[in-house]
């Protein structure tokens, strides 16, 4: 983590994304990833999410956006089994976007060879192109990522909580406490903020930037265009970049 710099661009697109999708479509689009997030996530580790801590996280997430339960249900039989489903295939894809900016893509594809054209397509389309694996993700470290609403809880509870769990940093932007912890503490802090009464509305195993590069003008605006075409792809479930860009283009973003 490298303190405000390493999480300004994510926490404020995450900010943006979850600004704009309110149409059926994107929240259609959410629930279908969460979807095979979760069936992958039994499929490894089993049905029980007391016994499975990333079906646990995932069920979390995806009850923060209230996806229905029985779509959870659902969700997790196709993972164990017990209903008939896709076999999905977790791939993880790395490149370069506009103003040499990196990009680490977590993918679930129930067809790699699709998937990779498709992203090529994509990325060579705003002047980027596609890495060979490790490419870039010497440029990332493993982070777990908690995010507690900061209108619903103060900030000094929800602090001493985390520090005393073992959180490593903390930061509050955009009406969102972002809480960022060592990928071993990730569940020890969340449980230890539930115990003390403070909700998580979102927690993830994050790929944060261990530097950052701002990026301007027409090539700031490629890039952006780029990221939203990559997140809409189905397979696509996580989009990490090292990106920062000044506050007129994500006003610009937020206002379409």
């Not at 990833?33 to 016994?51: Q, T």
């Not at 769990?165 to 932007?173: K, P, R, Y």
Request: aromatic share 6%; net charge negative; charged share 25%.
């Amino acid at each position: 983590m490298t303190g405000e710099t390493g999480l300004a661009g994510h926490s404020k697109w995450a900010q943006i994304k979850r600004s704009k999708a309110v149409t059926d479509a994107a929240r259609g689009r959410t629930f279908g990833k969460m979807g095979r997030e979760i069936a992958v996530a039994a499929r490894l580790g089993g049905g029980d999410p007391n016994f499975n801590s990333r079906l646990r996280t995932a069920i979390a997430t995806a009850k923060a956006v209230n996806m229905p339960a029985a779509n959870i249900d659902r969700a997790i039989q196709r993972g164990t089994g017990e209903l008939p489903g896709m076999s999905f295939e977790e791939t993880t894809y790395e490149g370069y976007g506009p103003g040499g900016v990196a990009l680490l893509m977590e993918c679930v594809s129930d067809n790699t060879n699709r998937t990779v054209a498709e992203l090529r397509h994509r990325i060579e389309k705003s002047g980027g192109n596609l890495g060979q694996t490790g490419s870039v993700a010497w440029m990332f470290e493993r982070k777990g990522q908690i995010y507690v609403d900061a209108e619903r809880f103060a900030e000094e509870p929800v602090f001493e909580s985390a520090i005393a769990a073992g959180v490593e940093d903390l930061a509050t932007e955009d009406g969102t406490h972002v809480l960022t912890t060592a990928v071993g503490d990730f569940h020890v802090v969340q449980d230890a903020l539930r115990a003390d009464g403070i909700e998580v509305s979102e927690a993830e195993l994050a790929w944060l930037p261990n530097t950052t590069i701002q990026v301007e003008g027409r090539e700031a605006e490629k890039l952006i265009r780029l990221i939203e075409d990559i997140e809409e792809h189905d397979d696509v479930m996580k989009l990490w970049a090292n990106f920062e860009v000044d506050e007129e283009a994500f006003a610009a973003l937020g206002a379409e």
